[in-house]
């Protein structure tokens, strides 16, 4: 996800909630070396840890001359290179760096060995990716004015460790000759220690299931988005399905204890639409089959870690489709414990005050609630900066730059947005508009119009989300549209 740093160009949004952000302790502050720096424990601390540590010179040792065992003049270490020896922590499973001002990009690479609990045995040197100021809410919004905001690169999950070692290296070149100063401010290594899995169960799926990690079903074989499969559905099992899955009818808000959202027919799903929308949906019902949906409390957030109130925009025009560069060394098992840790690192380490994306998708087409505030309604995310206005952020876990996707992935996709932008009246296939906020492609004010179902790389210079993904966006589209009884 290579870009260029976002302009800070402030955007408007007409239904943000204006609500101050709980400042969380500055990425700066001192700490031994020795000793991880660890947000509060306390009673009410939710479940999970951050391990923080500050990025320190690192200077190499001095070779021996073979012959006669002498230390001899250690070579020049790179300029400005900052790290962490190896060393023992406690148990995590995700790993960042964050640094003071979330307006300065780090010009370098980020490389961590790991140690897993398991067997002992330490990885190879493994990449970060450092290019992430493209994702984060919107200058004008209260969640992008906030003090709190830190720069970062993007999480990588590593799984069960307890040792780390970590070096990052300033870019060469003419332009950062002075190396020194190509670094950050406030360089620190964030450990994510996800906490335990939820104890309830969540129920198995057509769909995808988080314990067995069945594949999504394909479009083609899905008699839910075929109309006439609908229309001849058994009314009084549909009517007692709707009332079994309700979510709060037109808030679209999940029940407190809810750790699943069944999927629904097209009926079921123009049945729970408020009056004025269903009159019009019955006559032209535009408009994808709800798919099941894991809430928040199913892959286990605290509620305690985010912002109390939510932010809403005025509507849902577009889809940006993102990869969490996370890596795709997890198993559809530990999806929830990957949700669990970039939801604490984005508002423990990075300053968010949620979880950054409005859904997510892992590898067996399992669909997830993201940011909290309804998943019908259209809630204010911090996915694409300059365009969170109007438009959801969709992450899929992994990194596809040079892995392709599973079809299950593409079936889900296409399945989340038939649904959330068929209650807006949009075509997956179509064309919209949106009103730049500021970023590195397009101005402050600038209208841009975006296919319906886009990438993140269309509306800010970024790899996000992975070639390999990004190409497969137009059967997203097609399957999409088809599910919202479209030809």
Known sequence: MRAYLASSIAVTCAAALAVPLALTTPAGAAAAPAAPRVHPAAPAEPAGSTQSFPLEPLARPAPLDAPRGRALTPPAAPAGERGLARRDVRPFSLVGVVWNDARTPLHGTVQVRTRATADGAWTGWQDVETHNEEHGADPGTPEGRSRALRGATAPLWVGDSDGVEVRVRPEAGPEHAAAAAALPAGLRLELVDPGPDPASERAADPAGDPVSGRPAADPAADSAADPAADSAADPAAGASRTRAAAVGGSTGLAPSDATVLPALTRAETLAELPGANRAARAAKPYIGPRPKIITRKGWGADER??????????SVKAAFVHHS??????SCKQAPSVLRSIYRYHVKSLGWRDFGYNFAVDKCGNIYEGRAGGVAKPVLGAHTLGFNTNSMGVVVLGTFGS??????VVTAVAKLTAWKLGLYGVNPKGKVTLTSGGGNLYKKGRKVKFNAIAGHRDGFATECPGGRLYNKLGTARSSSAKYQGRR
């Open 403 to 408: 892995t392709t996707p599973p079809a299950a």
């Open 305 to 314: 870690l985010r912002e109390k109130a939510f932010g809403y925009t005025k």
């Open 325 to 330: 560069a996370t890596g795709n060394n997890y």
